[in-house]
């Protein structure tokens, strides 16, 4: 069965649906919103994404233990027809795969974490408003002094699922989205993160607490990615109600011969 290009919205919705915390990502890039920005790509049951939104595009490509080795077949089909150079994220055992032709870099592990016991969100006191695109010059600013190099599209403000936390003016923690779907009925957090001077006085615990809030009244999953020795991140997230529910790694891959 040959690796084909998938256009048919309503097909890779039947087959990522059937697990949408893991492919809550894959999920959101069906909406409109991100449309555009993707090429699908099937083989029987499996679904890889190239998101090609971003400087470099993103290969995403999950599958659970029991599925790894036929999602494995369908990257070896494909690997061919990818760009020189792209990211992937991919479930364990896959980066592998794509050896015999990139050169596979920078490989990290991360989490993908669902919020499974939202009952656990009343032990911390949410905190925050709405932010706006009218405030994307100062959430720069954060981003710039808290976590410079992460990945943030501006479009995300439109969705109002950003929510900030100021003091005397300035915004100083954070807590927004990469994928918020009214559609599919999924988010996955993103973009969290607190200013050097106010960190470990709650804040970032706060924001989050009241985005699931804000959330949990317009999707069934909320989701996030985290890297595995985040472990500061990941206990806070686990106090939230949220448990780890798969592992997969991030490379940067280069294609052999034309680097």
Sequence with gaps: MPVRAEHDRAVLADLLGRDPVLHAYQLGDLDDFFWPYTSWFRRGEQVALLYHGVELPTLLAFAPPERTAQLAELLTELAPLLPARLYAHLSPGLGPVLAPWFRVDAATAHLK???????????????????????????????????????????????????????????????????????????????????????????????????????????????????????????????????????????????????
């Design 113 to 259: 974490m669902a919020l499974t016991d939202p009952a656990r969100l009343a032990a911390v006191q949410p905190a925050g408003e709405p932010l706006s695109p009218a405030d994307l010059p100062q959430l720069h600013e954060l981003y710039a002094a808290a976590y410079p190099g992460n990945w943030f599209d501006p479009r995300m403000l439109d969705t109002g699922q950003y929510v900030g936390i100021r003091q005397g003016g300035d915004l100083v923690a954070v807590a927004g989205v990469h994928v918020w779907s009214l559609t599919w009925r999924v988010a996955a957090l993103g973009n969290v993160t607190t200013h050097p001077r106010v960190r470990r006085r709650g804040l970032a615990g706060a924001a989050v607490a009241a985005l699931c809030r804000r959330l949990r009244a317009s999707v069934d999953h909320v989701t996030l990615n985290v890297k595995v020795d985040n472990a500061t991140a990941v206990r806070l997230y686990e106090r939230l109600g949220f448990t780890r529910v798969a592992d997969y790694g991030e490379y940067e891959l280069t294609a052999l011969g034309r680097m």
